[in-house]
């Protein structure tokens, strides 16, 4: 885990580059809560066009970047609750309930955000697989049709402008997952697990 660590702590320091300072990501938490995500400041320019194949690589982007996120959430807590090489190839869904039940353990009122980030991280996520994982069909006379990849579930009708509103929510939490909370978490660890190493 001491590799891990400094790992952890370089990349952490890369995260925070790129979302910017804690106004600014909250100010980003802020959109999502409110359903209405800036355009992205961060990242590979989205221009929204109709092309459906181009927003589907944006939500695929964007949710790689959530799931790196997560990472780092769960690194940070490692602090607190070392785990195994196992669990780091957990799928994402598991490693989020995995934060929200050491987040829970805290037992800090200052860290509410990131809990609610990560449930949105978890929502967002399962519409990325829905998309991600079934088959879109193009030149029908109804327009682009989703066919799931799950049995029973029927077909139904799919628009760039669906996907890019996806791609912008994802862009919007993985901007702030690494930052909102971040240092009232390592403040809350120290807290449970007194630790000059850690200061």
Not at 166 to 189: G, K, M, W, Y
Request: net charge negative; glycine share 6%; proline share 5%.
């Amino acid at each position: 885990m001491k590799n891990c660590g400094k790992l952890a702590s370089q990349h952490e320091n890369e995260r925070f580059q790129l979302c910017g300072d804690r106004q600014q990501a909250s100010d980003v938490l802020s959109n999502v809560a409110s359903g209405k995500p800036d355009s992205p400041t961060f990242g590979v320019a989205m221009n929204r066009d109709s092309d459906l194949i181009k927003a589907l690589g944006f939500v695929a982007l964007y949710a790689a970047y959530v799931e790196e996120g997560v990472d780092i959430v769960m690194l940070r807590l490692s602090k607190t609750k070392p785990y195994d090489e196992s669990q780091s190839r957990l799928p994402t869904s598991r490693k989020i309930a995995w934060c929200e039940s050491e987040l829970a353990t805290l037992n800090s009122p200052e860290i509410t955000r990131v809990t609610g980030l990560l449930g949105e991280a978890k929502r967002l996520l399962v519409l990325r697989n829905e998309v991600i994982h079934g088959r879109i069909y193009v030149g029908f006379e109804r327009g682009e049709m989703l066919a799931s990849g799950r049995m029973g579930v029927p077909d139904r009708s799919i628009t760039a402008d669906e996907l890019y509103d996806l791609a912008e929510q994802l862009h919007a939490v993985q901007a702030a997952l690494p930052c909102i909370d971040s240092f009232a978490t390592i403040r809350a660890i120290e807290a449970k697990q007194p630790d000059p190493k850690l200061r």
